[in-house]
């Protein structure tokens, strides 16, 4: 069974930084593209990072492009997302998921992923 466990989230200022991390467990993590997404409150879910399974490729959101890093460590299956310069519209929950295919560089649809956390929440005040 595969389940991906994330952590960091918290409730900060705008301008702070902070570092999630979601580590998974039941799948060879490091054949599998990971990627984070966020849903704010009343807002469908949308894509913010993705990293390819060899790490080479990374893609991210305009909205959080130059802020935000998604890096991986596969000794610790964890992928982490770096993230600088918070401001108050990036307050949501934020979701680690992995790619349904082994292989793959990533992708920005969340109908490609097959395995879900929970969530962290991130609250950003101004």
């Known amino acids: 069974q595969v389940q991906l466990v994330e952590s960091g989230g918290g409730l900060v200022q705008a301008g702070d930084s902070l570092r999630l991390s979601c580590t998974a467990s039941?799948?060879?993590?490091?054949?599998?593209?990971m990627a984070w997404f966020r849903q704010a409150s009343g807002k469908e879910r949308e894509f913010v990072v993705v990293?390819?399974?060899?790490?080479?490729?990374?893609y991210s959101a305009d909205s959080v492009k130059g802020r935000f890093t998604i890096s991986r460590d596969n000794t610790k299956n964890t992928v982490y997302l770096q993230m600088n310069s918070l401001k108050p519209e990036d307050t949501a929950v934020y979701y680690c998921?992995?790619?349904?295919?082994?292989?793959?560089?990533?992708?920005?649809?969340?109908?490609?992923?097959?395995?879900w956390g929970q969530g962290t929440q991130v609250t950003v005040s101004s």
């Open positions: 998921a992995t790619l349904a295919t082994a292989y793959n560089s990533g992708t920005t649809n969340s109908r490609d992923y097959d395995y």
């Open positions: 990293i390819s399974w060899t790490g080479a490729i990374k």
């Open positions: 039941g799948r060879t993590f490091r054949n599998y593209a």
